[in-house]
Structures are given as structure tokens and as C-alpha cells.
T-cell receptor, first 114, second 123 residues
Framework: GDSVTQMEGPVTLSEEAFLTINCTYT??????LFWYVQYPGEGLQLLLK?????DKGSNKGFEATYRKETTSFHLEKGSVQVSDSAVYFC?????????????FGQGTRLTINP | GAVVSQHPSWVICKSGTSVKIECRSL??????MFWYRQFPKQSLMLMAT?????????EQGVEKDKFLINHASLTLSTLTVTSAHPEDSSFYIC???????????????????FGPGTRLTVT
């Protein structure tokens, strides 16, 4: 079945550092790929998404590119802030399923120190 | 933006009792809602898909008689954990699927909005 693997956390960085959180997936066909963020005490929020190969999703300075050849969707940000501290989840939904049946990675806790 | 609430945010119950968790879409209608379970330091696992006016669809390995789902209106789905046991202790998260547009000339666009979760502890 479909699966998502994220780099293990926790990840601790200093403010203004460069961030990469790796995400790889296994799926048949062409899934849609997502990054969700969960701030303390809040529900998951969609951060960005990409629905086809070579698409780049971006939001709030974060970017991720859908790489079919490496089955990856790594999250990057050039300069992190303390407010970016949260848990980040990579996810996919199967081809043709739209926003149905999300399969999540295990989550990566990110802490940014001032 | 679209808001999904859950109630209660945390609950402690005794083994053998039943607990009901509510999931509400506050400013949009959702024909489909999802229930997830999250263990500490682990991923969210989809338990079931809740469709308004029809029976829920459960994922493999989820006991439908233990986790009762009722989607009685377009803004409310409930999850009842029946005869709870300590191994049912977990963080339960719901999401509601919102229709964003499209459908006539192209594919419909949807997005899931998540509730803040309910922490269940069974003693």
C-alpha cells in the first residue's frame, strides 16, 4: 500500500538557519503530495501541496518540489524563524482521490531557537 | 478560513464505559469527514471515513462495533468509543472535507480541514 517516510526528528535549528525536512513516498500512479503543519495546541493546517510531477508548492517561505524520479517531496526554507517551531507532516493522497484518504508520515518536530 | 472544532479536547474515562467525541465544521458544510488516531510520536492513522446520511467506511483493522461513527448532519460527525479499554487511550483527530470549486469543466477541488484533536485516557 501507499506509504510516506519522513526524516526522523526532532530537529533543532537556530533562527535564520536553512531548513530541509526529507520526505519520500511509495505509491502507485501519480499521487498528490502535501505538507501539513501542526502548531502547539492547534489542528493540522495545510502548508503547501503539489498535484503533479515537477510542481513546486510554496507558502510562507516554505517550498517543496514533487520529484517523481526520486519519489520525494522535501520541505525547505531558506531562513527559519522561531514562529516556525511546530510539527511538520508529509502526506499523500492516491491518484484520483482528491482530498481523500490522506496517508501521513510520522511527523517531524522542529524547534527554532532565537 | 474554514474551522473545525472537536469536543471535548480531552477526556478521562473508566474502563468499560463509552465516550463520545464530536467533530463540527463551523463555517462550511462537509458531506465527508474523516477520523484519525495518533499514537505518541507516531503518524496519524486513518480510522474511518464518515459520509453524511450513510454508513461510515472503516479502514482495515478498525473495529466498527467499537468505534461507532454517526454523521447525522452536514456539520457534525461523532465518534463513540464503546466499552473503552486502556489500549484505546490515544489522540483522536477529525477532519472535514470542504469543496473549493470546479467540477463542470475540470476536476473538483477539495481540501481537508483538521480539528485540534481529542486526548482520550482510559483508566
Amino acid at each position: 500500500g501507499d506509504s510516506v517516510t519522513q526524516m526522523e526528528g526532532p530537529v533543532t535549528l537556530s533562527e535564520e538557519a536553512f531548513l530541509t525536512i526529507n520526505c519520500t513516498y511509495t505509491a502507485t500512479g501519480y499521487p498528490s503530495l502535501f505538507w501539513y503543519v501542526q502548531y502547539p495546541g492547534e489542528g493540522l493546517q495545510l502548508l503547501l501541496k503539489a498535484t503533479k510531477a515537477d510542481d513546486k508548492g510554496s507558502n510562507k517561505g516554505f517550498e517543496a518540489t514533487y520529484r517523481k524520479e526520486t519519489t520525494s517531496f522535501h520541505l525547505e526554507k531558506g531562513s527559519v524563524q522561531v514562529s516556525d517551531s511546530a510539527v511538520y507532516f508529509c502526506a499523500l493522497s492516491g491518484q484520483g482521490q482528491g482530498a481523500q484518504k490522506l496517508v501521513f508520515g510520522q511527523g517531524t518536530r522542529l524547534t527554532i531557537n532565537p | 478560513g474554514a474551522v473545525v472544532s472537536q469536543h471535548p479536547s480531552w477526556v478521562i474515562c473508566k474502563s468499560g464505559t463509552s465516550v463520545k467525541i464530536e467533530c463540527r465544521s463551523l463555517d462550511f458544510q462537509a458531506t465527508t469527514m474523516f477520523w484519525y488516531r495518533q499514537f505518541p510520536k507516531q503518524s496519524l492513522m486513518l480510522m474511518a471515513t464518515s459520509n453524511e446520511g450513510s454508513k461510515a467506511t472503516y479502514e482495515q483493522g478498525v473495529e466498527k462495533d467499537k468505534f461507532l461513527i454517526n454523521h447525522a448532519s452536514l456539520t457534525l460527525s461523532t465518534l463513540t468509543v464503546t466499552s473503552a479499554h486502556p489500549e484505546d487511550s490515544s489522540f483522536y483527530i477529525c477532519s472535514a472535507r470542504a469543496y473549493l470549486g470546479g467540477g463542470t469543466s475540470g476536476s473538483s477541488t477539495y481540501e481537508q480541514y483538521f480539528g485540534p484533536g481529542t486526548r482520550l485516557t482510559v483508566t
